[in-house]
């Protein structure tokens, strides 16, 4: 189950980029980024009448997280992938700075999340660090070498929106409050719906493109990217942990570019392949070294006074290791 669920989360979440390629030659970020998440907000807000008795747990406390995490996860980390595009920084070079994404994640799980990550799961996030680096120089180079005229500073919108997502990520992993998934997934897009629809009427970009291109990139969107990625995400997380689906996300960077330069001609030479294999052996690397899910659930409920809080990551990367 956990090996379906990951290669699902995968490439539906890989399909988010190719997506907005798919878009960016018909409408503008926003404009795409609107109509994508008003019929899913819709949608969802019907399933919500539906399923009443699980919002009556929704506290106002637990209401107003969810909507900042939505902010975070959706609207700031794609708002930022779509524009970097709408640039002309490919599909898969976008995946690419994204993949630094559980470097940054894994150094702050520690001393953030009080979660106990071993030595072999530092190795395999080193090593999924790597095959990103090579893949995103290949990247590069390549862009440079066709002379596509990307602006230096456009290539480092990305990191915003991988800075959003890891403050989601860590957010919702710091509540202690138990959300149901459906519930929290209709905060989120309903609270995007809202952030996107004002800047597109604000930006006198509300009104749909005519082509049918745009509203297949629509349908691809909110039934691979959102449905598919974004609630996979969130389950993985909940299941496995953080370490599951940062490990994962390595992956993102390469499969996109395998999927680009087949649907779309982006490059895709040895450094890209030599990166994919980089990216496959820390999966196994890391899955391999993780804890039991009993392990890690029995660790995240142990209290931890403020003395320890205190006295920062390096007892805790300590005890960890000792138990790996």
């Given at each position: 189950?956990?090996?379906?669920?990951?290669?699902?989360?995968?490439?539906?979440?890989?399909?988010?980029?190719?997506?907005?390629?798919?878009?960016?030659?018909?409408?503008?970020?926003?404009?795409?980024?609107?109509?994508?998440?008003?019929?899913?907000?819709?949608?969802?807000?019907?399933?919500?009448?539906?399923?009443?008795?699980?919002?009556?747990?929704?506290?106002?406390?637990?209401?107003?997280?969810?909507?900042?995490?939505?902010?975070?996860?959706?609207?700031?980390?794609?708002?930022?992938?779509?524009?970097?595009?709408?640039?002309?920084?490919?599909?898969?070079?976008?995946?690419?700075?994204?993949?630094?994404?559980?470097?940054?994640?894994?150094?702050?799980?520690?001393?953030?999340?009080?979660?106990?990550?071993?030595?072999?799961?530092?190795?395999?996030?080193?090593?999924?660090?790597?095959?990103?680096?090579?893949?995103?120089?290949?990247?590069?180079?390549?862009?440079?070498?066709?002379?596509?005229?990307?602006?230096?500073?456009?290539?480092?919108?990305?990191?915003?929106?991988?800075?959003?997502?890891?403050?989601?990520?860590?957010?919702?992993?710091?509540?202690?409050?138990?959300?149901?998934?459906?519930?929290a997934l209709t905060v989120h897009c309903a609270t995007?719906?809202?952030?996107?629809?004002?800047?597109?009427?604000?930006?006198?970009?509300?009104?749909?493109?005519?082509?049918?291109?745009?509203?297949?990139?629509?349908?691809?969107?909110?039934?691979?990217?959102?449905?598919?990625?974004?609630?996979?995400?969130?389950?993985?997380?909940?299941?496995?942990?953080?370490?599951?689906?940062?490990?994962?996300?390595?992956?993102?960077?390469?499969?996109?570019?395998?999927?680009?330069?087949?649907?779309?001609?982006?490059?895709?030479?040895?450094?890209?392949?030599?990166?994919?294999?980089?990216?496959?052996?820390?999966?196994?690397?890391?899955?391999?070294?993780?804890?039991?899910?009993?392990?890690?659930?029995?660790?995240?409920?142990?209290?931890?006074?403020?003395?320890?809080?205190?006295?920062?990551?390096?007892?805790?990367?300590?005890?960890?290791?000792?138990?790996?």
């Amino acid at each position: 189950m956990n090996l379906l669920l990951s290669t699902g989360f995968v490439l539906c979440w890989s399909s988010g980029f190719i997506g907005a390629k798919l878009g960016a030659g018909s409408a503008s970020a926003i404009t795409i980024l609107m109509w994508r998440f008003l019929p899913l907000a819709v949608v969802l807000a019907v399933l919500a009448w539906v399923r009443r008795a699980a919002w009556r747990r929704l506290g106002c406390r637990a209401a107003a997280r969810q909507a900042v995490i939505g902010v975070l996860s959706q609207s700031g980390y794609l708002l930022t992938v779509y524009y970097a595009i709408q640039l002309g920084v490919s599909s898969g070079t976008t995946a690419l700075i994204d993949g630094v994404q559980p470097l940054v994640a894994g150094a702050l799980a520690g001393p953030l999340l009080r979660q106990y990550v071993s030595r072999g799961q530092w190795l395999g996030l080193c090593l999924g660090t790597a095959g990103v680096v090579i893949v995103t120089l290949a990247d590069a180079s390549a862009d440079a070498g066709a002379g596509t005229g990307v602006a230096w500073w456009a290539y480092l919108i990305p990191f915003l929106g991988m800075f959003a997502l890891v403050g989601a990520t860590f957010l919702e992993r710091r509540s202690r409050e138990r959300v149901d998934p459906v519930v929290a997934l209709t905060v989120h897009c309903a609270t995007s719906a809202v952030v996107f629809t004002a800047l597109a009427v604000s930006a006198g970009a509300a009104r749909p493109p005519a082509e049918l291109s745009f509203w297949v990139a629509i349908a691809w969107l909110v039934t691979l990217s959102t449905f598919g990625g974004y609630g996979l995400y969130w389950l993985i997380l909940k299941r496995s942990g953080t370490t599951r689906v940062n490990t994962l996300m390595f992956l993102m960077a390469p499969v996109t570019a395998v999927w680009g330069s087949l649907m779309f001609g982006e490059p895709f030479g040895a450094q890209t392949a030599a990166g994919l294999a980089i990216g496959l052996a820390a999966v196994v690397v890391v899955q391999r070294s993780e804890p039991s899910s009993s392990a890690v659930r029995a660790r995240e409920q142990t209290p931890v006074d403020a003395s320890v809080r205190l006295a920062g990551s390096t007892a805790s990367w300590q005890r960890g290791s000792r138990d790996s």
